[in-house]
Structures are given as C-alpha cells and as structure tokens.
C-alpha cells in the first residue's frame, strides 16, 4: 500500500459531499487559483507523510457518524489526482473494508484514461468549474481548461454523479455572460446531481499572508449574499438543479 502526502484533516465535514465526512486534503495543486482559499496545499513537497492504512485506521474509528448521516470519506485537496496511486488504493479500501460513500473533490486536470480505475471506486464527483472560456480559465488559474472539459464530458460519458461548483466572484465572473456560459455547459446533463454557486471570500487569506504571498484578489470584495441568490436564481430558470 501506499503513502500519501497530507495537508490537513477535517473529520466532521458537512459540504463535500452528502451526510458527515472524513475530508482527507492532499498536498499539492497543479492549478494557481487566484481565489485559492487552501494555498498551503500548492507545494508538492510539502504535507504529512501517511499512508493508506493509517488514513482507513483514522476513519474507522468514526465510522458510526459516517454510516447513520449518509456520509463517507471525501478526498480533496489541493489535487488528489497528483497523488493517484495513493488516491485509488485510500478510496478502494475505504469502499472495500469499510463500504463508505466515496467522494473525489478535483480540479479535472487529469486524462479520462489516468482517472478510470480511480474512478472505479468513486461514488461521486465534485468538481469545481473555474470559468468556462479556456483564456479566462488561464488567467484565473494559470493553466488551460481544454483538459478538464475533455474530463467532465467524460465524466458525462460514464454516467459518473457529479456536483458542479462555481465561485462567483465579483467583477470577474457574476454578470450574466459568464453565468449564460455556465448554464450552456450545464445543460441537460443528467449526470449533474447539483450545481453549488459558492461566494467568493476572504476566509483563507492568512493562508497567503502566512507565505508571505500576495493576494491577488486583494482589490476584490467579498461576494455579496443577495448576489449570489441572484446567480442561483438565474442559473434556475435555466434549468439547473442549483441548491442554495
Ligand atoms: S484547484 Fe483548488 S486548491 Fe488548487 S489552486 Fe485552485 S482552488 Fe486552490
């Protein structure tokens, strides 16, 4: 088995994924998100080491809270398709020996054919779509979207469950052309269990200051409640299951 490198813990997680979660995130991102609320998971050679069966041991050990909500174990980061192996052999065995919901929280910067046998053992996809134009994707993240569209379509493909986020941002990416675009790719996607409209917010930037980083949305405010119900709103009467 192998091991794994680990930023942080959280074992009574209630947003990624249905019921209470072990939300397990790994060290390292392939993305620069500039609206990053987890930087300290962007150097690979950082994190915990840990291996497979510690991690299943951990969990065990709130099993009850898991089984009775619906829950299960959710693994994000950072990027857990950086750390694949690790990533594949932690959900089989938490599927396997524990029968948990499994969930994989991903940027989808990772070929279909890389992701499959992972895949396998994945109950649900969240993924979260950073901005839709490939050059608005790059300058927001520092990498192209060309990529991980080719994954959710292949995600579409399989039939794979999946919950969509979306942080509207100020600005940037909360007038209507960016959320027409969103609700384009959207459309008619069975697989889509729910779309999650998140509001942009300052929540992580100790985690920037901590580096000795730069935020580089320090001139952008806090997205405001009622805009964000505006853009869940429109992204209703377009057809989207959008939860609040
Ligand atoms: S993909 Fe997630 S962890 Fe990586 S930079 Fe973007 S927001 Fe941060």
Redesign the pocket.
């Known amino acids: 088995m192998s091991e794994g490198y680990v930023n942080t813990i959280e074992t009574f997680g209630t947003l990624d994924g249905p019921g209470i979660r072990y939300v397990l995130f790994l060290q390292g991102?392939p993305?620069?998100?500039q609206?990053?609320?987890?930087?300290d998971?962007?150097d690979r050679s950082g994190g915990k080491k840990t291996s497979v069966e510690e991690v299943v041991a951990d969990v065990a050990q709130y099993l009850p809270f898991y089984q009775n909500s619906g829950g299960g174990l959710t693994i994000s980061?950072?990027?857990p398709m950086l750390q694949i192996d690790f990533t594949r052999q932690l959900l089989q065995a938490v599927k396997d020996r524990l029968r948990l919901h499994t969930a994989l929280d991903t940027?989808g910067l990772v070929e279909p054919e890389k992701a499959e046998a992972l895949l396998r053992w994945t109950d649900l996809v969240l993924m979260?779509i950073?901005a839709v134009d490939p050059a608005e994707h790059k300058a927001l993240?520092g990498v192209s979207n060309e990529k991980i569209l080719v994954f959710a379509k292949w995600l579409q493909e399989i039939g794979k469950p999946v919950w969509i986020r979306h942080v509207l941002i100020p600005g940037v990416n909360d007038d209507k052309e960016h959320l027409t675009a969103l609700a384009e790719l959207m459309r008619d996607k069975n697989h889509v269990e729910r779309v999650e409209i998140l509001g942009y917010h300052k929540l992580g930037i100790h985690k920037w200051k901590e580096l000795d980083q730069e935020d580089p949305l320090a001139h952008v405010p806090t997205a405001k409640a009622a805009d964000v119900q505006r853009a869940r709103e429109f992204l209703r009467a377009q057809g989207l299951a959008v939860v609040s």
């Open positions: 991102c993305l620069r998100c609206f990053c609320h987890n930087r998971t962007w980061g950072g990027e940027c979260d950073k993240t």
